[in-house]
């Protein structure tokens, strides 16, 4: 028998990754505004803006067109299983989803932080969170 997922749970997490999906596009479709966005928040005030040469602005590009493109993949799949299995209250939807959002925060936010990049590991924080809130409401619902 199929459980029923809180809708606004679901809607939640759906509108997060939907989210996500755009703003992964921007690396791709808006890169100036992108790099601009990231150049403001890895470059404050606390460090010295540094002046790249043009072929330094061009691997930067490329390097935030790959981040964006995987994320497109990532979200993709997850907005398919929340679409499908997660819906359906699948115990294995649930737990795939939290499987790699906490794999992504605990590799990506170590890494930040160990190269020095606390800005990115705050970032990482409240794109977390936005993942954590509805998945820790549905627990029970996916492992009674």
């Not at 029923?4 to 509108?15: A, D, I, K």
């Not at 992504?104 to 954590?132: C, H, K, Y």
Request: proline share 2%; no cysteine; hydrophobic share 60%.
């Amino acid at each position: 028998m199929p459980k029923l997922v809180n809708g606004f749970w679901w809607r939640w997490l759906v509108v997060v990754t939907v989210g996500v999906l755009i703003f992964a596009a921007g690396f791709i479709f808006a890169p100036g505004l992108m790099t601009t966005l990231f150049d403001a928040m890895f470059f404050s005030a606390n460090r010295s803006n540094a002046t790249f040469s043009a072929e330094a602005l061009d691997y930067i590009t490329f390097t935030y067109g790959v981040l964006g493109a995987v994320m497109i993949g990532w979200m993709l799949l997850i907005l398919r299983v929340l679409l499908g299995s997660f819906r359906r209250g699948e115990r294995e939807a649930w737990d795939m989803i939290a499987l790699s959002m906490v794999v992504w925060f605990v590799v990506d936010t170590g890494f930040s932080l160990s190269m020095g990049f606390w800005e990115n590991a705050l970032f990482n924080t409240a794109f977390f969170i936005s993942f954590a809130i509805p998945l820790a409401a549905t627990y029970r619902t996916f492992h009674a």
